[in-house]
């Protein structure tokens, strides 16, 4: 079974509106989460990267939350646009798996005019 | 800096031969991982390197194998080539392994024939 589920799986969204996207996660000992946006045949690219600690991060229109009791977390897209079509990927590291994440499968946007 | 290069970005194989990969890290990174990406699977770990020596290794058949030289320059060798090999194979660097980030380079996308 799969340590990090994502959902949903895709999502449809029209420009300017906003989005939010989940990751639950059984991965443990925690030790970091992050948001990664993969455009279509492009290698992975980080949005976001947060600790135990950390509940909240912003990066521009990005803004992922962390519950760590609850071992969930959100990223929410604000007013969307084109270029936010992607797959957006949640990957957990576990304190004691040195150098092995456990991936999602990934949530698909699309944003249309 | 110059971020993580990969070369070819494209490849087509046909079944039976065998291919290798090559990725280039960014400059002071001396870990190299691999991933497997299909629109089935998501990304699956295959393996990493760290100062020439594997030190994790995903759960893929021994036809897929690797290998760093000094200069933390990483191939990734595929042998008997199956279909179901036709990926994206994404390359990630990271300074030093573990919970690090890691930065991923845009892929080749290789097809069995």
């Known amino acids: 079974k799969n340590q990090v589920e994502q959902s949903p799986q895709s999502l449809i969204i029209l420009e300017g509106k906003n989005c939010t996207l989940q990751c639950n996660y059984t991965v443990s000992p925690f030790s970091n989460l992050r948001w990664y946006k993969q455009d279509t045949g492009r290698g992975p690219v980080s949005l976001t990267i947060?600790?135990?600690?950390?509940n909240t991060k912003s990066n521009g229109r990005y803004t992922a939350t962390l519950d760590a009791d609850t071992k969930q977390s959100s990223l929410h897209i604000t007013a969307s646009q084109l270029s936010d079509s992607a797959s957006y990927i949640c990957?957990?590291?576990?304190?004691?798996?040195?150098?092995?994440?456990?991936f999602g499968a990934g949530t698909q946007v699309v944003v249309t005019p | 800096k110059a971020g993580v290069t990969q070369t070819p970005r494209y490849l087509i194989k046909t079944r039976g031969q065998q291919v290798t990969l090559s990725c280039s890290p960014i400059s002071g990174h001396r870990s190299v991982s691999w991933y497997q990406q299909t629109p089935g699977q998501g990304l699956q770990f295959l393996f990493e390197?760290?100062?020439?020596?594997?030190?994790n290794k995903g759960n893929f058949p021994g036809r897929f194998s690797g290998r760093q030289f000094s200069n933390s320059r990483s191939e990734m060798n595929v042998s008997t080539l199956e279909l179901g090999d036709s990926a994206l194979y994404l390359c990630a660097s990271n300074i030093q392994g573990g919970g690090n980030e890691q930065f991923f380079g845009p892929g080749t996308r290789l097809t069995v024939l």
């Open positions: 990957v957990v590291s576990a304190a004691d798996s040195w150098g092995k994440f456990q």
């Open positions: 947060m600790t135990f600690s950390e």
């Open positions: 390197y760290f100062s020439e020596t594997q030190r």
